[in-house]
């Protein structure tokens, strides 16, 4: 088996999202994953904040919010890793891309990446995991050409 993910456009996004598969492919071989599914669903304004008020007890909009099924330590053993959610808010990335300056190709990568990594265990919690996380996050979106 291979690594698989599903993208669930919620939001009917007008731009070409295709880039994304390499993004993906970059993370995952970095991190030496395999045989591995997730779920990327971009939502808007309204969905974000419900879920980051439901599941966070934050109300308000984010970005970006991970559901990492591999936080539960089950002593399952089989061949697939089933990772989680990604939850991207299309309105929140675009303003975010305006805001920085950048494109919006590098804004959803960004979050791609990020959302990813949580799913694979990494976080931004203590300034040490910060430094390390961050760190890898530019590294692969550089790889991918993918700059400021």
């Known amino acids: 088996m291979k690594n698989t993910y599903e993208i669930n456009d919620l939001v009917h996004v007008d731009f070409n999202y295709n880039y994304l598969d390499d993004i ?59 990772l989680g959610d990604i939850y991207i808010c299309i309105p929140r990335m675009i303003e975010q891309a305006e805001d920085y300056g950048h494109s919006i190709k590098r804004e959803l990568s960004f ?23 961050f760190a890898l996050q530019e590294l692969i979106l550089n790889e991918a050409g993918t700059t400021r």
């Not at 779920?39 to 904040?49: G, L, M």
């Not at 980051?52 to 399952?76: M, P, Q």
């Not at 979050?111 to 996380?133: F, I, N, Q, S």
């Open 111 to 133: 979050l791609t990446v990020h959302g990813l990594l949580h799913l694979l265990g990494y976080d931004h919690m203590k300034e040490e995991d910060e430094k390390v996380m």
């Open 24 to 82: 993906i492919k970059r993370v995952l071989k970095h991190e030496h994953v395999k045989n591995a599914c997730f779920s990327i669903i971009f939502v808007d304004k309204t969905e974000i904040q419900r879920i980051n008020k439901e599941y966070r007890g934050i109300d308000k909009v984010t970005d970006v919010i991970s559901f990492a099924l591999e936080d539960i330590k089950d002593d399952i053993n089989n061949d697939i890793r089933i």
